[in-house]
């Protein structure tokens, strides 16, 4: 028997303590690696309405951004003294750079109480074509993730847990996470608008 042997029956429950643990972690940063080299990047670009953060002056009018004739407008509406909507910017995700870039929409500040909807042409985005599904072409479909981050034990003890958000692009277990915008809340709502079919 050779000393290795010897060391291997004398020391068996060390060596799996140590080496099974290494083993899974192993397994999983190969699992957690495969997509990225087998599933391409996204191909296509995602217009985002993004809530914009809280100010002292409340919004007078609601804002839903759609598609309607194959363009992309604003449908905008008044709200009464007595109702609150959280202002909506509208984002692009660049697929080419992962970023999100804002798009600059004519938003009317107010509309008369009684006037009814009123809609606005995103002419930023005039001529180009629109995909109303969840997923893209390429597979890829937005998840928004809200999650309580760790404060520490102490924290746990007080319930002074922070709350933070993920925002990210998956597809067959690859996942690309997108930045929020610059001053933006962690917890700003995030709402798919639809796909850019012609990528550029």
């Known amino acids: 028997m050779t000393d290795r042997d ?10 799996a303590a140590v080496g099974l643990p290494l083993v899974v972690v192993i397994f999983f940063i190969v699992a957690t690696a495969i997509p990225k080299w087998t599933v391409p990047p996204p191909a296509y670009d995602l217009v985002l309405g993004v809530g914009k953060p809280y100010d002292q002056v409340r919004p007078q009018v609601s ?8 363009q992309l407008v604003a449908i905008v509406r008044p709200l009464a003294k007595d109702q609150y909507a959280q202002a909506l ?14 798009i600059p929409v004519q938003i009317p500040e107010s509309l008369p109480a009684d006037s009814g909807p009123q809609t606005v042409a995103v002419d930023a985005l005039k001529g180009r074509s629109f995909l109303e599904q969840t997923r893209a072409p390429d597979g890829y479909e937005l998840r ?26 998956i597809n067959r277990g690859r996942v690309v996470t997108l930045p929020l915008p610059p001053g933006y809340p962690y917890l700003s709502p995030v709402t798919p608008v639809a796909w850019l079919a012609d990528a550029r």
Do not use: C, P, W
Not at 63 to 70: H, P, Q, S, Y
Not at 93 to 101: A, G, P, V, W, Y
Not at 162 to 168: A, F, K, P, T, V
């Open 6 to 15: 010897g060391f291997l029956r004398k020391n068996g429950f060390l060596v």
């Open 144 to 169: 928004a993730d809200s999650y309580r981050g760790n404060a520490g034990i102490i924290g746990d003890l007080f319930g002074m847990r922070g709350s933070d958000q993920s925002i990210s692009l």
């Open 63 to 70: 804002v839903e951004f759609k598609v309607t004739d194959g």
């Open 89 to 102: 910017h509208l984002f692009r995700f660049d697929h080419r750079t992962l970023n999100l870039i804002e």
